[in-house]
């Protein structure tokens, strides 16, 4: 997810059908080796090596080779990251909203002056194309950090007021303290930017903990805010395992809240932990998002959005389109105009600017979504794609065709679960109600589309779906103030926008006696009678 414009909605690819680009690099690698030489831990304002003794590669999913490895953090990592943070909290959430934004807007310059070396790490570390990187995952993040440097002299709540004749009450909004956040590695920077941010523009300080295959771009995120300014252990990063660092941190006594990205079997590990250890919790977890297309739609417009709603980042975002449902009139015109639309998309070399759709994260990640869809082929038709490339120096990366598949069972595993690659799924329908009724029919419930140029339609399905976010006639964009978050088994809590600081910050009333008696009228209920 980012920020996409829509000024270039109308264009179409340039491209010829299966036109995969060459695998030869045009722009100068991110030298993570010699960036990151001191280690991936960022505490306190300065990197360290990892002390868990085992070591992690980063390995660019375009080619396979190592472009960085190193020791990931253990619990005593943790540790020194948490008292980081802890002895950072006074000062920082003493600081009045003015010297938080003051720093934030701050924060926002440094990632503006830097943002080419963000998305040259960015593309390395994920495999994502350039152009995606430089227009979306980049400036997206840097227009969070705005947004936030604004809302941090924001932070609204009750006005105070006599609601009893003998009392004056408040609401005190307070940060809640160290936050834990483990975000995952389909878009490590706007996730780190999306943890980082609303905490800190609160009042909080935080300890993120990035997926192990991508640390660079938090790393560097945690590395422009000491450049900006904000004081050493207010952004603190371990780069270690789930397992230990992640469930260390999670469990950790001194961290008040977890704040956890991924996915929803994870999710409810992690809450098993932050629930027993009494947390704030806030879960953005998987997705399964519907894109359901009324007979009265714009057929071009449909089919583009699809293609790009289920193509974005090779498939791996918790919003992508996954289950598209079209009501019968237009189901072949449908399935033939994306399965065509697919086929002019380009493979290739990340850094290479005409590349459409990267590698997959990794080569476990695109053997995963091979899996799911040769199962498939057991009770589903493979409209396009449906396989790994093999030229054009793509068979060494962890590529795979864009894939439709149709005639699939709406209970089939192809329909119902999260496969994070570049697959659509394509179902008929009939009625309106049905069509709203196979979108609801997941345990998901993050984001959906409906495509009509029917405002009672529009209407309907807006009302109906249950989802975090539910667009029309789009599917994908997304907005620093408008708030980011899942219905059902895609968790709860909102990511940006004001209702982000729900999350991260809680509420105190403070109650004063107007009357300055000793015995007050109340007190009959306990001792003795009206005076
Ligand atoms: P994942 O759940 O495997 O891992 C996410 C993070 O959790 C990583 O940092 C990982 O190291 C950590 N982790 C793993 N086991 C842990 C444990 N036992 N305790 C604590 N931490 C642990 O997810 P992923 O494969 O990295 O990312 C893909 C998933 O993320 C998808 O399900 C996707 O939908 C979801 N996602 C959701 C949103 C959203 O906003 N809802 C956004 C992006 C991604």
Not at 154 to 183: C, F, K, M, N, W
Request: hydrophobic share 40%; proline share 6%; charged share 20%.
């Amino acid at each position: 997810m980012g920020h996409i414009s829509n000024s270039e909605t109308n264009s179409t690819p340039q491209a010829t059908p299966q036109a995969d680009t060459q695998a030869a690099p045009l722009s100068t690698p991110f030298p993570a080796r010699d960036r990151f030489a001191d280690g991936a831990q960022y505490i306190a304002g300065r990197l360290a090596p990892g002390s868990s003794g085992r070591r992690h590669a980063v390995v660019d999913p375009a080619t396979g080779t190592e472009a960085y490895d190193y020791e990931l953090a253990g619990t005593a990592d943790v540790d020194a990251a948490v008292a980081a943070a802890a002895e950072a909290f006074p000062g920082w959430s003493g600081a009045t909203p003015g010297e938080r934004s003051d720093a934030l807007h701050r924060f926002a310059g440094v990632l503006a002056a830097r943002a080419e070396e963000f998305a040259q790490a960015e593309s390395l570390q994920c495999g994502k194309p350039i152009k995606l990187s430089r227009e979306f995952d980049v400036p997206g993040s840097i227009d969070n950090t705005a947004f936030f440097a604004g809302a941090a002299r924001h932070l609204q709540g009750q006005s105070a007021g006599e609601y009893s004749a003998d009392h004056t009450s408040y609401v005190r909004r307070e940060p809640i303290g160290v936050v834990g956040s483990i975000a995952p590695w389909n878009y490590p920077l706007q996730m780190a930017a999306w943890k980082v941010l609303p905490a800190i523009a609160a009042g909080n300080t935080i300890v993120l903990k990035p997926a192990e295959l991508t640390p660079l771009t938090s790393l560097l995120f945690a590395e422009a805010a000491t450049e900006a300014g904000i004081p050493d252990g207010v952004v603190n990063i371990v780069s270690g395992a789930g397992r230990d660092a992640g469930e260390h941190l999670v469990g950790h006594p001194d961290v008040a809240m977890t704040s956890f990205t991924g996915s929803t079997a994870v999710g409810k590990r992690v809450a098993e932990i932050a629930t027993s250890t009494v947390k704030r919790l806030h879960l953005e977890l998987g997705g399964k998002a519907p894109f359901v297309v009324f007979d009265d739609a714009d057929l071009e417009a449909a089919v583009h959005g699809a293609v790009a709603g289920a193509l974005i980042n090779t498939g791996q975002d918790c919003t992508a389109a996954t289950r598209a449902y079209v009501q019968r009139p237009l189901y072949d015109a449908f399935v033939s105009g994306v399965a065509d639309l697919m086929a002019t998309v380009r493979l290739g070399d990340p850094f290479d600017e005409s590349t459409d759709l990267g590698p997959l994260i990794s080569h476990a990640q695109r053997d995963r979504v091979a899996a799911f869809v040769d199962r498939a082929r057991g009770y589903a038709r493979i409209v396009t794609g449906g396989e790994a490339p093999k030229n054009n120096g793509l068979a060494e990366g962890a590529y795979y065709r864009p894939t439709l598949i149709a005639d699939a069972a709406q209970d089939s595993e192809i329909v119902q679960a999260e496969i994070f690659g570049p697959v659509l799924v394509v179902l008929p329908f009939d009625s309106d109600d049905e069509g709203i009724r196979l979108a609801n029919d997941t345990p998901y419930g993050l984001a959906a589309s409906a495509w009509t140029r029917d405002v009672f339609r529009a209407g309907l399905a807006t009302r109906a779906i249950k989802a975090g976010c539910v667009w029309v006639n789009d599917h994908i964009p997304i907005l620093s103030e408008m708030p980011h978050g899942g219905y059902k088994a895609s968790g709860f809590g909102k990511d940006m926008s004001a209702y982000s600081f729900e999350e991260y910050t809680q509420i105190k009333h403070v109650m004063y006696d107007n009357t300055a008696v000793a015995r007050k009228d109340w007190h009959r209920t306990v001792f003795g009678d009206r005076a």
